[in-house]
């Protein structure tokens, strides 16, 4: 069974950084797209980043230049992490992470893609 376990949300002034992680363990496969999604309150969930297992990586425009996604590998779990800098106020959400099988090709960060999720970290960003 995939376990997902996210930590590093909190909350943090406009300009200032975050870096989330998460912590996924029971993937047996080396090929992958792995991502962070967002979700405001009231708002749909929405794609920021993703990286596949090969490296390349897919950011949402809004993100470009400020937020950077990477994937490690710490013994038998993989760790997937979200550098977050020049945050926003609309940055305040719920910050998932989740997983998908691929074959090859390009991930996508369109949620309804992934069918691995984690539960959530709170992110709170004040103007």
């Known amino acids: 069974q995939v376990q997902f376990m996210e930590s590093g949300g909190g909350s943090v002034q406009a300009g200032g950084s975050l870096r989330l992680s998460c912590a996924v363990s029971g993937y047996a496969y080396s090929r992958f797209c792995a991502g962070w999604f967002h979700q405001p309150p009231g708002k749909e969930r929405e794609g920021v980043a993703s990286v596949a297992s090969d490296g390349s990586t897919n950011y949402a425009d809004s993100v470009k230049g400020r937020f950077s996604i990477s994937m490690s590998q710490d013994n038998d779990k993989k760790i997937l992490s979200l550098q977050m800098n020049s945050l926003k106020p609309e940055a305040n959400a719920t910050y998932y992470c989740?997983?998908?099988?691929?074959?090859?090709?390009?991930?996508?960060?369109?949620?309804?893609?992934?069918?691995?999720w984690g539960r959530g970290t709170q992110v709170t960003v004040s103007s």
């Open positions: 989740a997983a998908y099988f691929v074959y090859g090709g390009s991930c996508t960060r369109t949620p309804y893609e992934y069918t691995m």
